[in-house]
């Protein structure tokens, strides 16, 4: 019998969300950026729903690290405060001459409200739960970071973009946050774990909803049909 183990929690939790983030990898959003096909009000979308949403995960950074020992929460405000000016100063928005009016008077679209609102309701729930809610966040594009280092794209803002995230310092938080994970499984109960699995995979569902809300231009009357 195989007895090879993943002992870590992460490792777990890696291994159940595989096959979503395969899709989010080779979700046609992600290959037409790659192909040039994919149509730059597309992106405009994509770039105007994640402002809306990075301001929200920001946010929960600080609402999370408040739940915690000050110890990890620290690190949790740490990332935010990095994410922050990445939001502020996102060079993208100024190629695709999008403003931050404009960004704020679209409204939010049902996949990006349902994952923001999925991981609000994770603090009531337990910080471990909530901390795993975020995860998916960072390593997924991690991992997609991983797989853009050798793509190109013959539109130079879709170029630009698969650049944005071929940080070292991206890794590194990434990293910091699994380990995070990691310690708190080590000092929650099964049932609190059981919740951080759940959180974890919601989120890696609605990532990948994220690529199909955008592709699609997801709106309100969408849920009718
Ligand atoms: C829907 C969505 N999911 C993940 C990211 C990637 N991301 C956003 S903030 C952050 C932390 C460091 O800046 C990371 C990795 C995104 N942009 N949009």
Not at 76 to 88: F, T
Request: proline share 5%; with cysteine; aromatic share 12%.
């Amino acid at each position: 019998m195989n007895e090879a183990k993943t002992n870590k929690f992460s490792d777990q939790l890696h291994q159940a969300a595989a096959p979503l983030w395969q899709k989010s990898l080779h979700h046609p959003f992600i290959t037409e950026l790659a192909s040039g096909q994919l149509p730059l009000t597309t992106f405009r979308y994509y770039l105007t729903q994640d402002t809306k949403y990075l301001e929200a995960f920001n946010q929960l950074h600080e609402k999370t690290a408040a739940l915690l020992p000050s110890s990890q929460g620290e690190l949790l405000l740490r990332l935010a405060r990095e994410a922050g000016e990445d939001v502020q100063h996102n060079p993208i928005l100024l190629q695709v001459d999008l403003t931050a009016g404009q960004i704020r008077q679209a409204p939010i679209a049902p996949n990006n409200y349902a994952y923001i609102t999925h991981m609000e309701h994770q603090l009531s729930l337990s910080p471990a739960a909530a901390v795993a809610g975020l995860l998916p966040c960072y390593w997924l594009y991690d991992e997609l970071a991983d797989y853009w280092k050798g793509q190109t794209s013959p539109i130079p803002v879709y170029q630009a973009f698969f650049n944005s995230y071929q940080t070292a310092g991206f890794n590194n938080s990434t990293r910091l946050l699994i380990g995070l994970v990691d310690d708190l499984a080590a000092e929650n109960s099964d049932l609190v774990k059981e919740q951080m699995l759940t959180a974890f995979m919601r989120s890696s569902r609605y990532e990948l909803g994220f690529w199909q809300m955008a592709y699609t231009h997801q709106t309100w009357d969408d849920l009718e049909n």
